[in-house]
């Protein structure tokens, strides 16, 4: 018999009896699992903390962010958390030495995890009014790719060709004590700095933003960057995501037990680019909010018809700024 898999948004189904991932029944009352693991809640001190919901008003605890999970998810869950949590220990080396599937999953975690608390509350809300929740048919179909890819955590998967993925992983000036996270859900976007590096996530688009921005990357390469550099990087990433107007395409198929996800090229049509027009005022107003720690807000990013300012590259030559010369805390 082939391998079925679990599409929750097919018809919808977020239901504290079932498995967040396999879509297994749940009968126990303890089966379900964090979404910020136990080593990260203790060693960055989070518990007690609030995390703000999507809606901007709700406020969970972290340690009480948690997913509906059967064991056989929770156990394979919690073996990849003490992958993680050793190659964190390393620092930069430990993390680019990780194999790129294993950290897609456990980013992969926290950013479904959170859609999905998102979605949930979404649905209470809407019955609350007495309205049908759903939501539509383009993000059911990016959603449910994603989750289906979150499933070879527990199910044999091969990927080919091009990783469903961009992930990018730069030297950072941040020390063991700091764990700088940022997510966005809709866009299924990561970002983290921590412990002497920084990881870029764009979790299912075929590698388009990493190849995008591979000359910046390449010329980054080693050199350990400055937070408000990262924090660029992290921008550019965000509105670059916004801006590809073609969906990444996947052929997939299940012979017995094994899932193939071979990633297919992206037909570009002459009337549209792969990325939409760049518009430098609204990727302004994306850097405050990477930049708002540091006092920057977007009227001193950009002052209009000038580009928005960098501290990544020199606006004249273009070279990497020396993260030497910024003379901003961190």
């Given amino acids: 018999m082939s391998l079925q898999l679990f599409n929750p948004f097919s018809d919808l189904i977020f239901n504290d009896k079932i498995c967040f991932l396999t879509?297994?029944?749940?009968?126990?009352?303890?089966?379900?699992?964090?979404?910020?693991?136990?080593?990260?809640?203790?060693?960055?001190?989070?518990?007690?903390?609030?995390?703000?919901?999507?809606?901007?008003v709700t406020q969970v605890k972290y340690e009480d962010l948690k997913l509906p999970c059967s064991t056989i998810a929770r156990e394979a869950f919690l073996q990849l958390d003490l992958e993680i949590e050793e190659a964190f220990s390393k620092g930069y080396t430990g993390i680019k030495s990780l194999d790129e599937q294993r950290l897609f999953l456990w980013m992969g975690k926290f950013v479904y995890g959170i859609l999905y608390l998102d979605l949930l509350l979404e649905r209470k809300k809407m019955e609350k009014q007495n309205k049908k929740f759903d939501i539509s048919p383009v993000l059911k179909k990016r959603f449910g790719l994603f989750h289906l890819m979150l499933q070879s955590l527990v199910h044999p998967f091969e990927f080919r060709g091009t990783p469903p993925w961009s992930i990018s992983i730069v030297r950072l000036k941040y020390s063991k004590d700091i764990f700088n996270f940022r997510d966005s859900t809709v866009n299924l976007l990561f970002s983290l700095?921590?412990?002497?590096?920084?990881?870029?996530?764009?979790?299912?688009?075929?590698?388009?933003?990493?190849?995008?921005?591979?000359?910046?990357?390449?010329?980054?390469?080693?050199?350990?960057?400055?937070?408000?550099?990262?924090?660029?990087?992290?921008?550019?990433?965000?509105?670059?995501?916004?801006?590809?107007?073609?969906?990444?395409?996947?052929?997939?198929?299940?012979?017995?037990?094994?899932?193939?996800?071979?990633?297919?090229?992206?037909?570009?049509?002459?009337?549209?680019?792969?990325?939409?027009?760049?518009?430098?005022?609204?990727?302004?107003?994306?850097?405050?909010?990477?930049?708002?720690?540091?006092?920057?807000?977007?009227?001193?990013?950009?002052?209009?018809?000038?580009?928005?300012?960098s501290f990544l590259e020199n606006e004249r030559t273009y070279e990497l700024i020396s993260p030497d010369t910024i003379e901003l805390p961190f």
């Fill in 23 to 56: 879509g297994e029944e749940l009968r126990g009352e303890n089966e379900f699992i964090t979404i910020f693991p136990e080593w990260v809640i203790n060693n960055y001190n989070y518990r007690g903390k609030s995390f703000t919901m999507m809606d901007n």
């Fill in 193 to 309: 700095g921590v412990n002497g590096f920084g990881i870029i996530a764009s979790l299912q688009d075929s590698g388009a933003v990493k190849e995008h921005y591979k000359e910046l990357l390449d010329k980054i390469g080693t050199t350990v960057l400055h937070p408000i550099q990262f924090e660029e990087l992290c921008a550019k990433f965000l509105y670059s995501n916004y801006l590809l107007q073609y969906p990444p395409k996947y052929k997939i198929e299940i012979e017995d037990s094994l899932v193939s996800v071979v990633s297919k090229p992206i037909d570009i049509l002459d009337h549209r680019p792969l990325f939409g027009k760049w518009d430098e005022n609204m990727f302004a107003q994306v850097l405050s909010g990477y930049w708002e720690v540091w006092g920057l807000t977007k009227n001193n990013i950009i002052n209009f018809p000038n580009s928005p300012i």
